[in-house]
């Protein structure tokens, strides 16, 4: 099949990072969790590679951004340090050097007609609160973010037209209270998470509010990583299974944002068992009147879910309501072991249109890490990644089919533009549409860099893969 596929006019198209992710370490007076893990466990990264280069983004923003103007990128995302920003976490005072930095990287945007997008949070709380107040689920760091906040509107705010509150606030819990896959590796803290996603959830409320009452005239969203729990089957316990998973994984942050309220089954669920977050009044209203302008959606894969067989974990954990199960038709990506399911963004996009006032959204990640691209390079040194053009162009067909159908998505963003670090995994899995040779900090483009400038100029591509869309 040949077709060529269009996207709507002024799509964006591009790719995002995050500062601790690209930018190194260099000049930042404070740790961040991430930071700080790899200066005591270095052991649990992948060849022991921490963040103190990474793709030092700190000394290559001129070079690296048009490198991605050149490659067809119209927007870009990345975010904002808080470790690199404020001097004084308590007071929100901040770090002169840390401002000229993002001021550098705004005007440079601005220079080469780059709509960016400014994240305020990627998963790297100040090491320093963690210690002092345990972390998200104490509400004292809700307060000093949004101190954060005010300091960076104060001063990029007249200059940077789209900004987000957070990136997967749903994988800091997973991560640092669920499952224990980020710092400081808490398994089974169940209660202590939930407080966490509610503390979170009241965070972003009042950083949009903060940042409507400045009016500055730009728009804020959130970054969602949205993964549909599929159930094993019609069966009401996998069914019920499945609806648990989605108001715990995806709808506890989605409904706050764009309804103000959180899902019912949730909150009954929780209330039953004992775990309810604290909350009060007040900030319950902050959450009901303040919400997003426009949605990010993660996309990587989805979730297969069926009704528990036993109890995993003995106090509270959204566990005792489902369990994860291999889906007999999965398509593996081998190398981060997440199931390939382009599907997903179809049914993302249809519950947003449908159960979310279809309210405006963009991709704001998809993508596909692989180990040792190397082994694709061809003799001029450009890596081949055509398995990456093909999971592009079926994913982007799938988006395609719901914005014919009414869906209201203005852009698409994969992860990401230049290889770069990542939590545990370090430079094991990349990603990027421009490799990195990490000893020399070298950047050459790949296949698929060229295929995405293609995609851009012409807002479109031509469908040719064997695989039917249905
Ligand atoms: C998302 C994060 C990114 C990025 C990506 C790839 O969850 O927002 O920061 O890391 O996943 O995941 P990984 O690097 O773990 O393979």
Redesign the pocket.
């Known amino acids: 099949m040949n077709q060529f596929i269009t996207f709507p006019k002024n799509f964006w198209w591009g790719a995002?990072?995050?500062g601790p992710?690209s930018e190194g370490t260099f000049e930042k007076k404070h740790l961040n969790i991430m930071d700080y893990w790899h200066t005591v466990s270095p052991e649990d990264f992948f060849d022991q590679v921490g963040p103190e280069t990474a793709s030092d983004f700190y000394h290559h923003v001129d070079e690296d951004l048009e490198m991605l103007k050149s490659i067809g990128f119209n927007s870009f995302r990345t975010s904002i340090q808080w470790t690199r920003m404020i001097k004084d976490f308590e007071t929100g005072e901040v770090d002169p050097q840390g401002v000229a930095f993002y001021k550098h990287v705004i005007q440079k945007c601005k220079e080469l007609d780059i709509k960016l997008i400014l994240n305020l949070h990627?998963?790297d709380l100040p090491i320093e609160l963690m210690q002092k107040y345990g972390g998200w689920h104490n509400k004292k760091v809700v307060d000093l973010f949004v101190k954060f906040a005010k300091a960076c509107f104060e001063e990029f705010g007249h200059d940077v037209a789209y900004w987000t509150t957070f990136?997967?606030p749903m994988?800091i819990i997973e991560g640092g209270y669920f499952y224990g896959f980020h710092y400081p590796k808490k398994k089974g803290h169940g209660t202590e998470g939930i407080q966490a996603l509610y503390n979170i959830n009241l965070a972003s409320a009042k950083v949009i509010q903060l940042y409507h009452d400045m009016h500055l005239g730009g728009e804020i969203g959130i970054?969602l990583?949205l993964t549909p729990a599929y159930p094993r089957s019609q069966d009401p316990k996998d069914l019920e299974a499945s609806r648990f998973t989605e108001a715990m994984f995806n709808n506890s942050f989605l409904d706050p944002a764009i309804k103000g309220t959180f899902p019912q089954l949730l909150v009954d669920t929780l209330k039953k068992d004992g775990v309810l977050w604290e909350s009060t009044e007040e900030e319950l209203d902050i959450i009901r009147n303040n919400h997003v302008d426009y949605l990010g959606v993660?996309y990587?894969h989805p979730k297969r879910v069926k009704a528990p067989e036993e109890r995993a974990y003995k106090d509270w954990m959204p566990d005792w309501y489902f369990e994860e199960w291999q889906w007999p038709e999965c398509r593996m990506n081998p190398y981060?072991g997440?199931e390939i399911y382009p599907k997903a963004i179809y049914d993302i996009a249809k519950n947003i249109q449908e159960n979310y006032g279809n309210i405006k959204w963009y991709i704001s990640?998809n993508?596909m890490?692989v180990e040792n691209e190397e082994k694709f390079k061809d003799e001029s040194g450009m890596i081949i990644d055509d398995y990456r053009i093909d999971f592009y162009k079926e994913h982007l067909a799938y988006l395609k089919k719901a914005i014919d159908e009414g869906a209201n998505c203005f852009g698409y963003h994969a992860?990401?533009s230049i290889d770069?670090w990542?939590?545990?995994?370090a430079y094991?899995?990349r990603?990027g549409f421009i490799s990195l040779d990490l000893k020399t900090q070298e950047r050459t483009i790949k296949k698929s860099g060229y295929w995405f400038k293609e995609l851009s100029d012409h807002n479109g591509y031509t469908y040719d893969l064997d695989i039917e869309i249905k």
Not at 422 to 425: F, G, L, P, Y
């Open positions: 995002a990072t995050s992710q990627h998963f990136n997967e994988v970054i990583n993660n990587y981060r997440w990640e993508g890490g992860w990401t770069c990542s939590w545990a995994n094991k899995n990603y």
